[in-house]
């Protein structure tokens, strides 16, 4: 009987041995938080930045366009007689901080920004919920002063941003929130704020790994009720994002032609019920100039 | 009844110890992948893989975790990620098999013994027959395994788009290197 048990013992032994390597595979195996990647196909939803980061050595050439008004008709072809341009190229300088610089064709703005990914969502065990960035911009305006015989500052030309960005992936669906604030040195009157609170909100629907339809709003805090020569609303931008490789093309649709926080955010004068909607594109450009990880 | 219990500890202590020998194991095995067109070079490697072999039995199993696989460019990197492997969906690529031709091998004795490995690779969800020349080196209480492949990512049903096709060679070259140690199981 003994040696009945400790026969069966053994075999049982010898299987549990066997089907064992699996599991220690498994027991092994590191599992950690895992980071979540591609919340965003391009740095920026349409507008506005989003939280996908230029790493360390990749540059990013943009051009971005922006018809005139759907509303304008026939005679001016739907809006496409006119164009509205920004240019930008940008850089990350370490993984965690990107610059950049752009000209606009919309008020003649030059642009500068630089970004900080201060959290990344992860997955896994002690996972981290969102992805966090910072972000802060400084544009001027370009145009001629209007009154050229009063004594004219060029810091009145300045505007800045700060804005924070928080946004999750879920599946296929990516989620951003956007607290900003806008300062702008010089306004048009007392009645415009020199300084603007909004909350944004963005997101991305992924339709196959490369396509995707995004959509962001802005709301902006304006206390003070709004003079009605030049009447501001907020701005609603929907598109379309096609990814081939290294390109990201986004067809865009928005009220604002303002393509920096600034104008956009700022001064949106169109108004979706109106009709006065801008079919518009994005292209990036990704290039590696310096790949650290070399083996 | 009592001396039953000290029999079956006995037997499972001693089938245990028995089995931690023949057991080697590395976590910082190294797969790379290599494809060349006259477009550019797609190239990644992973340092974190982890590996059991069994000397008794032959047994070998890999898992390797899609993300730790490291790329010279950070875009071509999530591109892999999100676009190939959709390591979301399928975070791990795992192998099990065996040395097809153990006896081959005399693991008491240092030196290097070319093998047949075969099994089952599961890559993006899909599970394939593979069978791939390799090599074993063993030392004391240590054994390196090397070997080098071709996988086709049309076989593991990864899509690759017409537009960027002449970037992918139609096979991937695949080197893997083990560093197996002496396996001492935890407490």
Redesign the interface.
């Given at each position: 009987m003994k040696a009945y048990l400790l026969i069966a013992l053994l075999f049982t032994a010898t299987a549990l041995n066997a089907q064992n390597l699996n599991d220690l595979l498994a027991s092994e195996s590191t599992d950690g938080p895992q980071p979540v990647e591609a919340l965003f196909k391009a740095t920026r939803v349409i507008n506005g930045h989003s939280v996908k980061q230029l790493k360390k050595g990749e540059l990013d050439i943009r051009i971005s366009h922006r018809f005139g008004r759907v509303n304008s008709g026939p005679y001016e072809f739907f809006g496409l007689d006119q164009s509205n341009i920004h240019l930008s190229a940008e850089y990350g300088l370490l993984d965690k901080l990107m610059v950049g610089v752009g000209r606009g064709t919309y008020e003649k703005t030059v642009d500068a920004f630089a970004r900080y990914n201060i959290a990344n969502q992860q997955s896994g065990n002690g996972a981290f919920p969102v992805t966090i960035s910072y972000l802060s911009t400084i544009e001027t305006i370009g145009l001629k002063w209007s009154d050229q015989t009063r004594t004219n500052y060029f810091s009145s030309r300045l505007s800045f941003t700060q804005q924070l960005l928080i946004a999750r992936k879920f599946s296929n669906l990516s989620v951003q929130l956007m607290p900003t604030y806008v300062h702008r040195n010089l306004v048009p009157s007392v009645m415009d704020q020199n300084d603007l609170l909004a909350m944004g909100v963005a997101g991305r629907f992924k339709l196959t790994n490369r396509l995707a339809v995004t959509g962001e709003y802005y709301y902006v805090l304006r206390p003070i009720p709004q003079r009605t020569s030049t009447k501001f609303y907020n701005p609603l931008s929907l598109g379309f994002d096609i990814e081939t490789g290294g390109h990201v093309f986004q067809i865009v649709l928005t009220n604002s032609q303002g393509m920096r926080e600034g104008g956009f955010i700022g001064k949106t004068n169109g108004s979706w019920l109106n009709g006065d909607i801008h079919i518009g594109f994005n292209i990036s450009r990704v290039f590696t100039l310096h790949s650290k990880r070399k083996k | 009844m009592n001396?039953?219990i000290f029999?079956?500890i006995l037997?499972?202590a001693l089938?245990?110890s028995v089995?931690a020998q023949n057991?080697y194991?590395t976590?910082t095995g190294h797969i790379?992948f290599f494809s060349h067109t006259s477009v550019e070079d797609v190239?990644a490697?992973n340092d974190?893989v982890?590996?059991?072999l069994?000397t008794s039995?032959g047994?070998l199993?890999?898992?390797v975790?899609n993300?730790s696989f490291?790329?010279?460019?950070?875009?071509?990197q999530?591109?892999f990620?999100?676009?190939y492997m959709?390591s979301?969906k399928f975070?791990?690529s795992g192998f099990?098999g065996k040395i097809a031709d153990l006896k081959a091998v005399d693991f008491t004795k240092a030196g290097k013994y070319p093998v047949k490995v075969t099994g089952k690779l599961t890559i993006h969800g899909v599970t394939k027959d593979v069978e791939a020349d390799s090599e074993l080196t063993v030392g004391t209480d240590k054994i390196d395994g090397t070997s080098v492949f071709s996988v086709k990512p049309e076989d593991y049903d990864i899509k690759i788009?017409s537009?960027?096709k002449a970037?992918f060679a139609e096979s991937m070259k695949i080197t893997v290197q083990m560093n197996y140690q002496l396996?001492i199981p935890k407490k």
């Open positions: - | 001396n039953r029999c079956l037997v499972l089938t245990l089995s057991r194991f976590k790379d190239k490697a974190q982890t590996s059991f069994d039995t047994e199993v890999f898992s975790l993300r490291q790329f010279p460019k950070p875009l071509m999530e591109h990620n999100e676009n959709e979301e975070p791990k099990t788009p537009v960027v970037n396996y």
